[in-house]
C-alpha cells in the first residue's frame, strides 16, 4: 500500500531560523511528489512539486525540496522562518490518486 | 486560467437534515475531481472522485454520497447528516499524473 510519512505532527522554530519538515515515502509511491500548505479554513495551496529532472525543486515564499530516491524522502526545507509561515504542511505523492501525510504543523516564534 | 469555486463556505445543520455541497470548475475539460474530508486534528480523508460525467468512485462506506451531473460539476450529498460528518470539506480537481491537485476553499460543516 502507498504511504506517505511526516515525521513530527508539530514542529516549533524561532524565526530567521532553518525550517526542515521531514517526509518520506513509500516505494510504492509514484515518483510524483508534492508539498501543500494550508492556513487556517483554507484550502490546500500547492507549494512545489516534483515529477521529473532536477532533485532539487523550488517553490513559493522561499521553500524547497530535496527528492533522495535512494533514501525515500522529500523533505521541506527553508533557511530562514517568516511568522507568516506558520501553518499546516502535507506531504503528498502519486499520480491521479494522490496519498497525504497526515500534515505538520509548523510555529513560527518570535 | 483554470478556477475551482466551491460552497457555501459555511454550514450549520441538524442532524437528520439533507446535504448538497457543490463544486464547479472553470477553464479546462474532463478534469478528475475529488472530495477530501478533514476532520479536527486529523489529516485529509479521500471520500470520492470521479474521471468523468456520471463515474464515481466511493474511498469509504458512509451516508455520504457523490454525483457528477456535468463535465465540470461535482456534488457531495447525504440524505440524512450524522454528527460524525462534521467536518472541512474539501472539493479538488486535476488533470491527472504530476500534474497535483488544486483545492477549492472548502466547506466548514457543522452537524448539530
Known amino acids: 500500500a502507498q504511504s506517505v510519512t511526516q515525521l513530527g505532527s508539530h514542529v516549533s522554530v524561532s524565526e530567521g531560523a532553518l525550517v526542515l519538515l521531514r517526509c518520506n515515502y513509500s516505494s510504492s509511491v509514484p515518483p510524483y511528489l508534492f508539498w501543500y500548505v494550508q492556513y487556517p479554513n483554507q484550502g490546500l495551496q500547492l507549494l512545489l512539486k516534483?515529477?521529473?529532472?532536477?532533485?532539487l525543486v523550488k517553490g513559493i515564499n522561499g521553500f524547497e525540496a530535496e527528492f533522495k530516491k535512494s533514501e525515500t524522502s522529500f523533505h521541506l526545507t527553508k533557511p530562514s522562518a517568516h511568522m507568516s509561515d506558520a501553518a499546516e504542511y502535507f506531504c503528498v505523492g502519486g499520480g491521479n490518486k494522490l496519498t497525504f501525510g497526515t500534515g505538520t504543523q509548523l510555529k513560527v516564534e518570535l | 486560467s483554470q478556477t475551482i469555486h466551491q460552497w457555501p463556505a459555511t454550514l450549520v445543520q441538524p442532524v437528520g437534515s439533507p446535504l448538497s455541497l457543490e463544486c464547479t470548475v472553470e477553464?479546462?475539460?474532463?478534469?478528475?475531481l475529488y472530495w477530501y474530508r478533514q476532520a479536527a486534528g486529523r489529516g485529509l480523508q479521500l471520500l470520492f472522485y470521479?474521471?468523468?460525467?456520471?463515474?464515481i468512485s466511493s474511498e469509504v462506506p458512509q451516508n455520504l454520497s457523490a454525483s457528477r451531473p456535468q463535465d465540470r460539476q461535482f456534488i457531495l450529498s447525504s440524505k440524512k447528516l450524522l454528527l460524525s460528518d462534521s467536518g472541512f470539506y474539501l472539493c479538488?480537481?486535476?488533470?491527472?499524473?504530476?500534474?497535483?491537485?488544486?483545492f477549492g476553499s472548502g466547506t466548514r460543516l457543522t452537524v448539530v
Open positions: 516534483y515529477t521529473t529532472g532536477a532533485t
Open positions: 477553464g479546462t475539460s474532463n478534469p478528475n
Open positions: 479538488a480537481w486535476s488533470a491527472g499524473g504530476g500534474y497535483g491537485y488544486t
Open positions: 470521479s474521471v468523468g460525467i456520471g463515474q
